[in-house]
């Protein structure tokens, strides 16, 4: 079960999410939903970078992350997010 939150300024959270990634330099590929509803996000990249923007995530207002991180191959299948 997830958490339900209902987000009236989905256009703005989607902006910050692309300045934080172009800020920090993120190489996260994936696919990263944010609708009305809340966020539902599949991605992967380094280590590094996938750790990073789940702690961003989660001192995000908006969000309780539930998350999962997996140590998968180098090659990532998913397009580049930014």
């Given at each position: 079960m997830?958490?339900?939150?209902?987000?009236?300024r989905r256009l703005q959270v989607v902006e910050e999410h692309r300045k934080y990634m172009?800020?920090?330099?993120l190489d996260i590929?994936?696919?990263?939903?944010?609708?009305?509803?809340g966020i539902n996000a599949q991605?992967?990249?380094?280590?590094?970078?996938?750790?990073?923007?789940?702690?961003w995530l989660k001192d995000q207002?908006?969000?309780?992350?539930?998350?999962?991180?997996s140590c998968l191959p180098a090659r990532v299948a998913h397009p580049t997010v930014h």
């Open positions: 997830y958490p339900a939150r209902v987000l009236c172009r800020a920090h330099n590929r994936g696919r990263i939903y944010i609708s009305s509803q991605f992967g990249g380094t280590k590094e970078h996938a750790l990073q923007y789940t702690a207002e908006l969000w309780q992350v539930c998350c999962t991180v």
